[in-house]
């Protein structure tokens, strides 16, 4: 089946402008996390969405960034007014159990460029 | 806050050579850890992991050792060969929280 997909791939914007990067997880998984990662840097958790449940948003750095989980599937991470250290690649992973399961698979991330 | 961090950020080995990958952790109260393989431009993809109640576990070619006394984690890759090239992270989690907590990252890189 498929994997978890996430659009754009690449996305390069102007400092100030709004983003929204969105996720599918795989189909069926509970679980889904948005990641960050900088270049050369490990991830950085950002949220964590389980089911009906509130999300778990204490990753996210700023009051800009917020995501939503739709229908319990796709999610879409939104970054307004962009600033240049919000470049990086952004990372979406599902699971089936959330941490029962804990296996995580990853999406091919989006990469965010501010200019 | 928890760190997880990693002894060299690159490696280079022969093929057929083995590899040794290394990771420090500093939350005691983690109980499971994950290693990634993450090729350039994709996103991680799951190796192996390990909870806290063991010390070693073993998979295809890979082998990952936890020291719980030193807050120690190893990758261990047999046979390294030439697609195992890949950037590795250590992942870190605790059953109370909904966090993992990932290294900075190896870079393997297998010679030919």
């Known amino acids: 089946g498929a994997g978890v997909s996430q659009s754009p791939s690449n996305k390069v914007t102007e400092k100030g402008k709004d983003v929204e990067l969105r996720c599918d997880p795989i189909?069926?998984?509970?679980?889904l996390y948005w990641y960050r990662q900088s270049l050369g840097q490990g991830l950085e958790f950002l949220i964590y969405?389980?089911?009906?449940?509130?999300?778990?948003k204490s990753g996210l750095p700023s009051d800009r960034f917020s995501a939503e989980r739709t229908g319990g599937s796709v999610s879409t991470l939104t970054i307004q007014r962009t600033q240049q250290e919000d470049s990086a690649v952004y990372l979406c992973?599902?699971?089936?159990?959330?941490?029962?399961?804990?296996?995580?698979?990853f999406g091919p991330g989006t990469r965010l460029t501010v200019t | 806050g928890e760190s997880v961090g990693l002894h060299l950020p690159t490696l280079s080995v022969q093929e057929g050579d083995n590899s040794i990958i290394n990771c420090a952790y500093s939350?005691?109260?983690?109980?499971?850890f994950i290693w990634y393989k993450q090729e350039s431009g994709k996103g991680p993809q799951f190796i192996i992991d390990?909870?806290?109640?063991?010390d070693k576990r073993q998979g295809q070619r890979v082998t990952v050792l936890l020291n719980k006394t030193v807050k120690h984690l190893s990758l261990q890759i047999a046979a390294t060969q030439p697609g195992d090239s890949a950037v590795y992270f250590c992942?870190?989690?605790?059953?109370?929280?909904?966090?993992?907590?990932f290294g900075t990252g190896t870079s393997l890189t297998v010679i030919p």
């Open positions: 992973a599902s699971s089936s159990w959330g941490l029962a399961a804990r296996e995580q698979y």
């Open positions: 189909s069926g998984h509970t679980a």
């Open positions: 969405f389980q089911g009906n449940s509130a999300p778990d």
């Open positions: 939350n005691s109260a983690s109980d499971y």
């Open positions: 390990i909870r806290s109640n063991m």
């Open positions: 992942a870190e989690t605790a059953n109370t929280g909904n966090q993992f907590y």
